[in-house]
């Protein structure tokens, strides 16, 4: 789907190496302002599917494919389908309460970062597999899943610290790549919240599996609904 929208987009004259904001905004991209201002709602959900570049694009499906080989056979396709799209919309929530109370000030003027990219469903995924790999159940040699736990775990640390390295140093030189390090935290908090409740499919009676899948979607949805309904009761900006 990422890559169909991705090419969907190109085909309708938007640039494939750097799309404007407005290209992105038009998509689907994320904007605290056309989400708390407009009540564009679901720019939340949509702004999961849409690419800032090709290489942007490229690197978020690297990782989703990796992780997702190894999530899709712990989660099944509807457990890895829910935990991308439920992750992603939390990072971009998260990504928006922040956005919303420190926008960028450019003299008067008050402006919302854009936000898009899988990036926040991928940590999501990351986030939950490192729960599901600790599993007692998985019929798989214990340090072969300490090996892929340590590793997803890795991963997980070593982009984070990346992402907010790179931030740190446009906010020092006032330019430079801006990162949407709220919405991997978002995303990566969430996945740990999914997975809690799970149990491996690998392992695990299918029934029992099916219903702590069903747990896991109820409990993730509440919560980001109320959190949802919490950011809409956020005063204006001055």
Request: charged share 10%; glycine share 10%.
């Amino acid at each position: 789907m990422n890559c169909v929208i991705f090419l969907f987009m190109v085909v309708r004259g938007v640039s494939a190496i750097s799309p404007s904001v407005d290209h992105l905004l038009f998509f689907g991209a994320d904007n605290a302002e056309n989400v708390l201002v407009f009540g564009e709602w679901w720019r939340i959900v949509t702004a999961i599917f849409v690419h800032v570049g090709i290489i942007h694009l490229a690197c978020n499906m690297w990782c989703l494919w990796n992780l997702g080989l190894l999530a899709e056979p712990l989660m099944g396709s509807f457990g890895l389908i829910a935990v991308y799209i439920l992750t992603g919309a939390a990072g971009n929530l998260l990504s928006t309460l922040f956005n919303w109370i420190w926008p960028i000030h450019e003299g008067s003027a008050i402006l919302f970062p854009t936000g898009a990219g899988a990036s926040g469903a991928v940590f999501g995924i990351a986030g939950a597999l490192i729960l599901l790999l600790k599993s007692k159940r998985l019929p798989i040699p214990e340090q072969e899943l300490k090996r892929l736990r340590q590793s997803v775990i890795a991963f997980a640390a070593v982009n984070l610290l990346i992402g907010f390295s790179i931030s740190f140093g446009a906010g020092v030189f006032g330019s430079g790549l801006r990162i949407d390090n709220w919405a991997h935290l978002g995303g990566f908090s969430c996945g740990l919240i999914f997975a809690a409740p799970m149990v491996p499919r690998i392992g695990s009676p299918r029934g029992v599996f099916q219903t702590r899948l069903r747990i896991a979607v109820v409990i993730v949805v509440i919560l980001l609904v109320l959190f949802g309904f919490y950011l809409a009761q956020l005063p204006p900006q001055p």
